[in-house]
């Protein structure tokens, strides 16, 4: 089936550094990834939304400049959290849709655990 | 509004049947999900049902849509040890392109 494969699952990192977490789908090509973020014992928040090729597309309250998000192929989108603060500690989880696996196709990321000290 | 809401917590005897809640409030629903995430894990597809169906049944599990009420229920049958996880309710939105929902989450704890 549709793999999603997300790295790293745990890092931690200095307030004020930068942050690059990797999604590649492996088996399918990814026409739409969807990046969120979950607080512990909450729900999924989604992020934004990123088509390959194109700009993503934030959902309101999301600071486009702090988490950079890149869809440059089919099979890879990556999210950059820049300046990283104790406040974006969290779980982040990636989802990628492939037209091809129509509307129930979103395959998850296993997620990284983000750690601001 | 979009929402999606379900109970925090169930806990039932192994072997018993569990039954998850959800409601949701777009009418516009595409598809309804029903996803498991273990602790530390992302999230895995158990299932899921077209807006046009009312049950639909996947060996242990079994899906009950209510779409004039806007109720979706999974049905676990003999409960196991391993079913222990938090599960995820969820909608996609025929007005909102590809785009779904998550409800809160239910934590299903199983005791002997």
């Known amino acids: 089936g549709a793999v999603v494969s997300q790295h790293p699952s745990r890092v931690i990192c200095k307030s004020g550094t930068s942050v690059k977490i990797e999604c590649r789908s492996l088996?399918?090509?990814?026409?739409?990834m969807f990046w969120y973020r979950q607080f512990p014992k909450q729900s999924l928040m989604l992020m934004a939304t990123?088509?390959?090729?194109?700009?993503?597309?934030?959902e309101q309250g999301v600071e486009k400049d702090k988490f950079l998000i890149n869809h440059a192929s089919l099979t890879l989108s990556t999210l950059t959290v820049t300046s990283a603060h104790p406040e974006d500690s969290s779980f982040y989880i990636c989802?990628?849709?492939?037209?091809?696996?129509?509307?129930?196709?979103?395959?998850f990321g296993s997620g990284t655990r983000l750690t601001v000290v | 509004g979009e929402d999606v809401e379900q109970s925090l917590f169930l806990s039932v005897r192994e072997g018993d049947s569990s039954v998850i809640n959800c409601t949701y409030t777009?009418?516009?629903?595409?598809?309804l999900y029903w996803y498991k995430q273990e602790p530390g894990a992302g999230l895995q597809l158990l299932t899921y049902?077209?807006?046009?169906?009312d049950m639909k049944q996947d060996q242990r599990l079994t899906v009950l849509l209510n779409k004039k009420d806007k109720h979706l229920s999974l049905r676990i049958a003999d409960t196991q040890t391993g079913d222990s996880a938090i599960y995820f309710c969820?909608?996609?939105?025929?007005?909102?392109?590809?785009?779904?929902?998550f409800g809160s989450g239910t934590r299903l704890s199983i005791r002997p």
């Open positions: 049902i077209f807006s046009n169906m």
């Open positions: 969820a909608e996609s939105l025929r007005s909102s392109a590809s785009k779904i929902i």
């Open positions: 990123s088509n390959e090729g194109s700009k993503a597309t934030y």
């Open positions: 777009d009418s516009s629903s595409t598809y």
């Open positions: 088996d399918f090509q990814a026409t739409t």
């Open positions: 989802s990628g849709l492939s037209g091809e696996l129509n509307n129930y196709g979103y395959t």
